[in-house]
């Protein structure tokens, strides 16, 4: 089964007008200029950063997210943006449900599951994050905690079309600590089956899994190129060209 790599940078809350504007910019050439013809890139820079990021990737093989949105189309929601904005603004994915917004907007599993159903709704592909916390994983929960955040987390509208996983162990983000690549693996392997029982065995087999977690130069090629790894999710790395383009570089295809 090929599933093709996508390579996606979530920038968090990072970058101003300008320096957005030059990362943006550098993705896009650079990545036509080196990158794989067949990986897929994504950037996905902070909400006031979009339209500028537009632009600067225009016409280029880069393509335009957001970090997070609320599952209604508008309305009284102070300080939210709905998927159907996202989508005016030239965006094709949406991340939903990053651990970052689960601990810190104490985001539920229900949650998530409306924000993403509303986001396939409106036209976009999101990016459902899932992953434990060090405490889960000392107490090897890894796998029961990812099952119960795919079934309350992943709607019933997802296919593999439209939805992409990325399993980022919450331990590993932003701490250069990774799982070893038989952890990764086998956690991959158990996503898929749990995506199976859930969406059936052709949704399982054609859905993209990422891995997010210190994702770097220099892990790259170990983790992208395990089996069941269909590309990475990326946090401080891809706020440089040149990390961002050297991991798309170590991926299998
Ligand atoms: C992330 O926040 O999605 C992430 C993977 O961050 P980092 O690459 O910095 O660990």
Redesign the pocket.
């Given at each position: 089964m090929v599933r093709k790599t996508l390579i996606a940078g979530?920038w968090?809350m990072n970058c101003h007008l300008e320096d957005g504007i030059t990362l943006a910019k550098g993705v896009a050439q650079e990545a036509k200029k080196r990158a794989r013809k067949d990986c897929e890139f994504l950037i996905c820079p902070p909400f006031t950063l979009l339209m500028a990021a537009k632009k600067a990737i225009k016409g280029s093989r880069v393509m335009l997210g957001a970090q997070d949105c609320h599952f209604a189309a508008s309305g009284a929601h102070t300080g939210d943006v709905s998927p159907q904005m996202l989508k005016d603004l030239g965006c094709q994915y949406v991340i939903v449900g990053?651990s970052e917004r689960r601990t810190n907007h104490y985001e539920s599993d229900e949650l998530i599951a409306k924000k993403a159903s509303a986001a396939i709704e409106a036209g976009l592909k999101v990016i459902i994050c899932i992953g434990e916390t060090e405490k889960e994983r000392d107490e090897n929960k890894t796998i029961e905690v990812c099952t119960t955040q795919i079934m309350g987390s992943v709607p019933e509208n997802a296919t593999a079309q439209n939805t992409v996983i990325a399993y980022?162990p919450v331990w590993?983000?932003?701490t250069g600590k990774t799982p070893t690549s038989q952890d990764v693996e086998d956690v991959h392997a158990a996503i898929r089956k749990v995506i199976s029982k859930k969406l059936g065995r052709a949704n399982a087999n054609k859905m993209r899994i990422l891995y997010?977690?210190?994702?770097k130069p220099s892990n790259a090629k170990e983790l992208l190129n395990l089996p069941d790894v269909d590309g990475g999710?990326?946090?401080?790395?891809s706020l440089k060209v040149e990390d961002f383009i050297a991991i798309s570089e170590a991926s299998k295809q």
């Open positions: 979530n968090k990053h980022e590993a983000i932003g997010g977690g210190s994702m999710l990326i946090g401080g790395a």
